[in-house]
């Protein structure tokens, strides 16, 4: 083998090396939380057929994985978490009020 043969070889894996860590490291949504999202999806439409919402909720996910590092989803989540949880309370407590 030529060393110029060679030399794209080696080029050749190194760039589909890079390309592979890069994708790895933007779409980093560890397993056991996106089941957990599809779980949380297909429950929270229960008036909708389970298999489509699997697949609809499936690809919410994938498309959040390649938009958002997991750290950056982990802390909007959060947010809107608490977010609700103010919303809920400040509910409770008109509610409680009228």
């Given amino acids: 083998m030529s060393a ?4 794209a070889a080696v080029a ?5 090396a890079a390309l592979t860590l890069g994708a ?6 560890p397993t056991i939380d996106r089941v957990l999202f ?3 999806c297909v429950r929270d439409h ?7 919402m699997l697949y609809k909720c499936s690809c919410a996910v994938d498309a959040m994985a ?11 989540a959060t947010r809107a978490r608490s977010r609700e949880s103010v919303a809920r309370l400040f509910a ?5 009020k009228a």
Avoid at 4 to 7: E, F, H, Q, T
Avoid at 46 to 52: A, Y
Wanted: glycine residues 4%; without cysteine; proline residues 5%.
């Fill in 4 to 7: 110029l043969v060679r030399s």
């Fill in 46 to 52: 229960p008036n909708r057929p389970r298999q489509e």
């Fill in 24 to 29: 790895a490291s933007v779409n980093d949504f």
């Fill in 38 to 40: 599809v779980e949380n």
């Fill in 66 to 76: 390649g938009e958002f590092a997991y750290d950056e989803y982990v802390e909007l």
């Fill in 12 to 16: 050749t894996l190194l760039l589909a």
């Fill in 92 to 96: 409770r407590a008109a509610r409680g």
